[in-house]
């Protein structure tokens, strides 16, 4: 099957990471994604890190262009009620609607599901947001950080003694499309063999406090409240991070996860067996965590004249669990993600040759594949436009001179 | 309730790190049976332990992420055990599991099935023999990398996100080959890497470090932005709160009325109640001018508790949030109004409040629909669906085999 969801056409309003990454997988599998944009209220993505020499303008932010490969985009001015009646004609069309505007703002242009299902009994569409669209702070305006620190992440990151940092990148920001996604394709299969359609309200705070049951189920159960414990675990040692050779100037670490007493021997034979970890009383999860900090300075003393990449090596080949440290570059270098192809090369309009990324499903008779490079904002407006709509020429351009298409 | 996937069979089979994609699977309607060995996963091992007694009907990881599904022994390594298991998965449209099983036994019996893998680097490929786990394949994505303090070495989430994200990732996958199979009527394997799965967190910075040369860093409760390093995390009287000096068109009317706020308390000076805001660009700000900004803001906070700072954010639309633990959101207004706690009884144990649905949807479909299962509580009822009488049964569990 070359595209599971070739034909199928997803019509998307809002922008940043938690909306549009969700899509992302849809067009991976071959759907058509079009983005609804204007340059009046531009996808903060765009502008992020935007200053008046950057290079393309909306069309120059790399942040943009990576989490958007593959889609299409439809230059349309919503506060033009002409706007406004193009995208519902659009929504009504296509095979579903995903929007993650602030609730309100949908139902503002009368393209909320309550107003679009009067015209499609079968609509498929999916709102996500911080709150969710019912409750007293529905309202409240927020990103991933803040969806991050709502939901319990936040709080559990970081070193007991230090204050809370949350996980790199904005979690909620990458749990919710994967959500959005499950969602989305539910109500899509749901809709084949039922004909019933269905509007989802993903609140982005809720799914990640899903994630975290068992911080909240410790809560509940037990009255405490599980704190930041940096890299080790609550039932074993060792496990964190430990420093080895700098490369290139730069600090390196090991990761090194021992999950018993059989790991532990392990580790031991691979470390050539030195007299500090010979020990009987280490030999058990209770003595290691006993003298924790011991463990990991013996430890320490081995990774750190090594190379991390050999380190690794090393313990797996001993049947230990460790891998280096990578940073962002680095994962450029990974045999595991080469082999999986998870960067690909795109060619964009503005920014030249880049990798974008795919998501890390791979299946046996399907290949995901990013189609294209991400879209300069309304690039697709006059295409879309007329294969969805059948809209002739001579229309397109009178609702550009109108400022419809800006 | 009417659920998505109602009718679709699912084999759970996974250790930890894919107990959430049964879940899932399950909350959305599809009959979820999680097949354990006799003696039990090992998470119901794994304390603490609902009550402090040690027992596996009351470990806490278990009944947090095996909610909504239907649970059996069976001893995979018996040869009546296997020939069961076959049976079950013969008429079963999605085996889940966690490195352990060989699908093409499964696929000669079934060709419907879809059999989904989570494993920490993937199916195939040089890693696809290397052990992993959550702090391994975080550490190999990037992500771990930019978490933490400067100083300090990279650090974790002390609970498993890469779990979550490829728990989900892998219930969207089996979604898809269910798509898949409508159209071609065979299943096909889902391979799911944990490793992998912990790329997108990053928010798309690792494919963007070769056209930025921006390896990431860590700024602890810090952010670079343009040509200063700006707070995010403030302390506040009781706790912490997430907050940004950021920008753009939806952030502005969020910093203009935290000046307000903060100007009824007689706590916003002059110069910062002279910002011109139409200009504020939060990439050209120099350090000093971050600093000044951040005593003023950072001094407000301190006089002020979480609750007191988000009630205003709501009610001011401010972009801030608190620091929440499951006391902050046990007590949320917002979670409380959307019913989003489950108060699930459990037999001979009490009732348990658990996070709820993931999702609303209209019709309704999400639901927590049961807490997890006891050890073998659902073994006379799949083995009887399968054929198994009572007294096979007591024959099975004489031999070991359930």
């Given at each position: ?11 998307e ?117 911080l709150?969710?669209q ?33 996980p ?28 019933e359609g ?8 809720e ?15 037990t ?16 496990h964190?991070?430990?420093?080895c ?17 059989a ?28 003298r924790?900090a ?15 990449a ?10 230990v ?14 045999p ?13 309009a503005?920014?030249?040759?880049h ?37 002739p ?14 | ?6 009718g ?17 699977l ?49 001893a ?15 008429r ?12 093409t036994?499964?696929?000669a ?22 052990r ?7 550490a ?5 990398w ?15 996100v ?8 892998a ?31 990053n ?8 056209m ?27 706790g ?7 920008g ?20 916003a ?9 139409k ?13 000044a ?18 009630a ?47 999702a ?21 009822a ?21």
């Amino acid at each position: 099957m070359s595209g599971l969801f070739a034909g199928t056409t997803i019509l998307e309003f809002g922008g940043g990471a938690a909306g549009p990454l969700a899509t992302r997988y849809f067009a991976d599998l071959g759907a058509a994604v079009i983005r609804v944009e204007s340059r009046q209220r531009p996808d903060f993505l765009r502008t992020l890190k935007m200053t008046p020499g950057t290079k393309g303008g909306l069309d120059g932010s790399e942040h943009f262009a990576v989490l958007n490969a593959g889609k299409l985009s439809l230059a349309l001015n919503l506060s033009h009620p002409e706007g406004v009646a193009v995208a519902r004609r659009l929504a009504l069309r296509v095979d579903a609607v995903a929007e993650n505007f602030a609730p309100g703002a949908m139902a503002k242009w009368g393209l909320d599901y309550a107003s679009l299902v009067t015209q499609r009994a079968d609509l498929v569409m999916i709102s996500t947001c911080l709150n969710g669209q019912s409750g007293p702070h529905r309202f409240y305006p927020g990103f991933g950080g803040q969806g991050s620190a709502l939901a319990g992440f936040n709080h559990l990151t970081g070193w007991p003694d230090r204050e809370p940092v949350g996980p790199y990148g904005t979690i909620t920001d990458s749990l919710a499309p994967r959500f959005a996604a499950l969602l989305l394709a539910a109500a899509l299969f749901h809709r084949r063999r039922t004909g019933e359609g269905q509007h989802i309200d993903l609140a982005q705070v809720e799914a990640g406090i899903v994630c975290l049951s068992e911080f909240v189920a410790t809560y509940t159960a037990t009255g405490e409240i599980l704190g930041r414990v940096g890299n080790r675990s609550r039932h074993a040692a060792p496990h964190g991070v430990f420093r080895c050779a700098d490369e290139g100037g730069r600090e390196r670490w090991v990761a090194i996860a021992v999950h018993d007493d059989a790991d532990w021997q392990r580790l031991v034979r691979a470390l050539g067996s030195p007299a500090w970890a010979a020990d009987p009383a280490l030999a058990t999860a209770a003595g290691r965590l006993a003298r924790v900090a011991d463990v990991e300075a013996g430890l320490e003393a081995w990774t750190r004249p090594r190379r991390a990449a050999d380190a690794a090596r090393l313990l797996q080949e001993a049947g230990v669990d460790a891998g280096p440290v990578a940073d962002l570059r680095d994962t450029h270098d990974d045999p595991q993600l080469r082999h999986r192809r998870h960067f690909r090369e795109v060619e964009h309009a503005v920014l030249g040759r880049h990798p974008a990324e795919t998501n890390a499903l791979r299946f046996s008779a399907m290949e995901p594949e990013i189609r294209a490079a991400a879209p300069c904002l309304g690039a697709d407006t006059d295409r879309v436009l007329h294969r969805l709509l059948g809209m002739p020429a001579a229309e397109i351009a009178r609702l550009r001179d109108a400022g419809v298409l800006a | 309730m009417r659920g998505t996937l109602d009718g679709i069979r699912v084999l759970d089979l996974t250790a930890e790190p894919g107990f959430l994609a049964g879940k899932l699977l399950a909350e959305m309607g599809a009959d979820v049976v999680k097949v354990e060995p006799p003696g039990g996963d090992p998470a119901r091992r794994r304390p603490p332990f609902w009550g402090g007694v040690e027992d596996p009907e009351r470990s806490i990881l278990w009944l947090a992420l095996n909610t909504s599904k239907r649970g059996i022994t069976l001893a995979l390594d018996h040869p009546r055990g296997r020939e069961l298991f076959l049976d079950l998965a013969a008429r079963a449209d999605v085996v889940l599991e966690t490195g352990t099983l060989d699908p093409t036994a499964l696929r000669a019996r079934n060709r419907r099935l879809v059999l989904c893998s989570i494993t920490p680097f993937g199916r195939t490929g040089p890693y696809a023999g290397w052990r992993g786990s959550d702090l391994t394949v975080t550490a190999m994505s990037g992500n771990l990398w930019c978490t933490g303090d400067p100083d300090r070495p990279p650090v974790r989430c002390s609970l498993p996100v890469s779990h979550y994200h490829g728990g989900i990732e892998a219930a969207a996958g089996v979604v898809f080959a269910l798509l898949a199979r409508e159209t071609t009527g065979e299943g096909q394997d889902v391979d799911v890497a944990l490793h992998e799965a912990m790329l997108m967190p990053n928010i798309g910075t690792a494919a963007m470090a070769v056209m930025t040369g921006n390896r990431g860093a860590r700024s602890g409760a810090m952010m670079r932005q343009g040509r200063s390093v700006q707070r995010e995390i403030w302390p506040c009287k009781d706790g912490f709160v997430s907050f940004a000096l950021r920008g753009g068109p939806a952030r502005i009317p969020g910093l203009v009325a935290m000046v307000r706020y903060m100007d009824e308390h007689g706590m916003a000076s002059e110069r910062l109640k002279a910002t011109d805001w139409k200009s504020y660009n939060h990439n050209l700000l120099s350090q000093d001018e971050v600093d000044a900004l951040s005593a003023e803001f950072g001094a407000f906070f301190r006089t002020k508790t979480m609750a007191e700072l988000y009630a205003a954010a709501c009610e001011r639309n401010l972009m801030l949030a608190p620091i929440n633990t499951p006391r902050e959101m046990l007590a949320s207004a917002q979670l409380a109004d959307r019913g989003f706690f489950a108060d699930l009884d459990h037999p001979g144990r009490g009732r348990l409040t658990l996070p709820g649905a993931f999702a609303r949807t209209t019709p309704a479909s999400v639901a927590v629909r049961s807490p997890a299962p006891r050890l073998g509580e659902h073994t006379a009822a799949v083995l009887g669906e399968i054929g198994v009488d009572a007294a096979a049964l007591a024959r099975l569990r004489a031999e070991g085999v359930v």
